[in-house]
């Protein structure tokens, strides 16, 4: 079992952990002035290092989408989200344009009023204009993306190594733990279970000259169990379980409960994931699905899971 002793001597605390703690923290003493709720949602894959002066690293799937729609679906539930992310993975409102190239949706036109004009060697003026039917859907979302940034309901927080994931998780568990049960934690991220101690890594790029690489590398401790545990112990607790055979992933979860004792894990499975998750209490079992015809009318299932979630949170507050 690790503590926070432990974490810290295991993993130097990376530049920046200490500034995002305090935004961390001034965000969740605000919201709880104004009597929100406040989740903090962890999202995308963790990258393990193999040399010091990082060339290589160990990675993996995770995009980001669940993490950055579910943040969408809770700020419209009313809650105030730390949106804890690695860097360059989905980002709430912005991943429905992800695969865009943005110079295909914008376009030049002859400009004449003097704003954003940009004079041209010819004594021409231009200015930028989009192409409506190559960003679908836009004004709706920036207005909604505007309405959330006046609010100041969404607190972007960036990480990149797991070093980084890990202290960034320990100061946002600090920052939530004035709220009591008004915290939600929603472990979406992806987290790499094995790692390289620095002592252990190479300082220099691994030389292929040198044959076939052999690695040996260390378990990364569950950040679950001091968190349920010691640093947010009144909190509402969701974490995730990720399979690729279904046979096993109800067990595992029901495995990660006992072991862990919070509240909720979100089942889902590698080839199902965007259709059908599967919600595990202590004493319950509940299967969202999203159908073909709903997710042609682009609803989401993470709009599925926050609602029930969210009940399950009132529920929770309501008991303790
Ligand atoms: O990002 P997307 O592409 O949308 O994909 C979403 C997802 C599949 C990544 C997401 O839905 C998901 O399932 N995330 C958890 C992946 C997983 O199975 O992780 P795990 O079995 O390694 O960990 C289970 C839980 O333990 C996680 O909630 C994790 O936060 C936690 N954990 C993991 C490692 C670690 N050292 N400490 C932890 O506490």
Redesign the pocket.
């Known amino acids: 079992m690790a503590d926070c002793q432990q974490l810290k001597a295991q993993f130097a605390t990376p530049s920046g952990v200490e500034e995002a703690a305090h935004r961390m923290a001034d965000f969740a003493m605000h919201h709880k002035r104004e009597g929100r709720r406040v989740v903090l949602i962890?999202?995308?894959?963790t990258k393990v290092p193999l040399e010091s002066r990082t060339v290589r690293f160990l990675d993996?799937?995770?995009?980001?989408?669940?993490?950055?729609?579910s943040a969408e679906h809770f700020l419209d539930a009313g809650y105030a989200v730390i949106f804890l992310h690695r860097h360059r993975?989905?980002f709430p409102f912005s991943h429905r344009y992800a695969s865009l190239n943005w110079l295909d949706a914008l376009q030049l036109v002859p400009s004449e009023g003097p704003r954003q004009e940009e004079e041209l060697p010819s004594g021409s003026c231009l200015r930028v204009e989009v192409v409506p039917k190559v960003v679908p859907g836009l004004v709706p979302l920036l207005q909604h993306y505007q309405l959330v940034k006046e609010a100041g309901t969404l607190l972007p927080v960036e990480f990149n190594t797991?070093s980084e994931y890990?202290h960034l998780?320990m100061a946002a568990a600090q920052a939530l733990s004035p709220l009591g049960n008004s915290a939600m934690f929603y472990?979406?991220?992806?987290?790499?279970?094995f790692y390289i101690p620095a002592s252990e890594m190479p300082e220099h790029k691994i030389q292929s000259s040198s044959g076939p690489l052999q690695i040996t590398m260390k378990?990364?401790?569950?950040?679950?169990?001091p968190?349920v545990r010691d640093w947010a112990p009144q909190a509402f607790i969701?974490?995730?379980?990720?399979?690729t055979d279904p046979t096993i992933v109800i067990d595992?979860a029901r495995q990660?409960l006992g072991t862990?004792r919070h509240q909720v894990?979100?089942?889902?499975i590698?080839d199902t994931?965007?259709t059908h998750?599967i919600l595990i209490t202590q004493n319950s079992k509940t299967d969202l699905y999203l159908s073909e015809e709903e997710a042609s009318c682009g609803k989401e299932i993470e709009e599925k899971i926050v609602n029930d979630l969210n009940a399950r949170h009132t529920a929770f507050i309501n008991q303790n």
């Open positions: 962890t999202s995308g894959g993996n799937f995770s995009s980001g989408r669940r993490g950055a729609t993975s989905l797991l890990l998780l472990l979406a991220a992806a987290v790499s279970d378990m990364v401790p569950k950040m679950l169990s968190l969701i974490s995730f379980k990720l399979e595992r990660a862990y894990v979100v089942a889902n590698l994931l965007r998750v």
